[in-house]
Nanobody, 125 residues
C-alpha cells in the first residue's frame, strides 16, 4: 500500500521555524515529484513548494519566497520542508503529495496522485 505521512507540525511563535517531513511507505520518493500544500480554515488549498524527480526543478509560492526551502533525503526516503520566519498567515494544515515520474514541478494539486493526511502548523504568540 502506497502511503505518505507528514510530521513535524506544531505550535510556534511568529518568527520561529519548523521542519516538516514527508515520509513514504510502499514506494521510493526519488521517482516522484513531491509537492507541499496547505489549507487554512475557510480558504482554498494552496500550493506552497514542490520538487521534481531527480531534484532538477523546484517551484514555490510567492508568499514563502526566501523563507521556505525544500530538500530530499534519499537515504531516509523523505522530503522535508524547512520553514523559517514563520508568520501567523502560515497557519494551516500542511499536506505533502506525490506525482509519479514528473520531471516538472507544479503547484497544481490536481497533478498529484498520492496525498498524506496532513499536519497542523499554528503560528501564534
Amino acid at each position: 500500500q502506497l502511503q505518505l505521512v507528514e510530521s513535524g507540525g506544531g505550535l510556534v511563535q511568529p518568527g520561529g521555524s519548523l521542519r516538516l517531513s514527508c515520509a513514504a511507505s510502499g514506494f521510493t520518493l526519488d521517482y516522484y515529484a513531491i509537492g507541499w500544500f496547505r489549507q487554512a480554515p475557510g480558504k482554498e488549498r494552496e500550493g506552497v513548494f514542490c520538487i521534481s524527480t531527480v531534484s532538477v526543478r523546484t517551484n514555490y509560492a510567492d508568499s514563502v519566497k526566501g523563507r521556505f526551502t525544500i530538500s530530499r533525503d534519499h537515504a531516509k526516503n523523505t522530503v522535508s520542508l524547512q520553514m523559517n520566519s514563520l508568520k501567523p498567515e502560515d497557519t494551516a494544515i500542511y499536506y505533502c503529495a506525490a506525482a509519479y515520474g514528473s520531471r516538472q514541478c507544479t503547484l497544481a494539486g490536481g497533478s498529484y496522485d498520492y496525498w498524506g493526511q496532513g499536519t497542523q502548523v499554528t503560528v501564534s504568540s
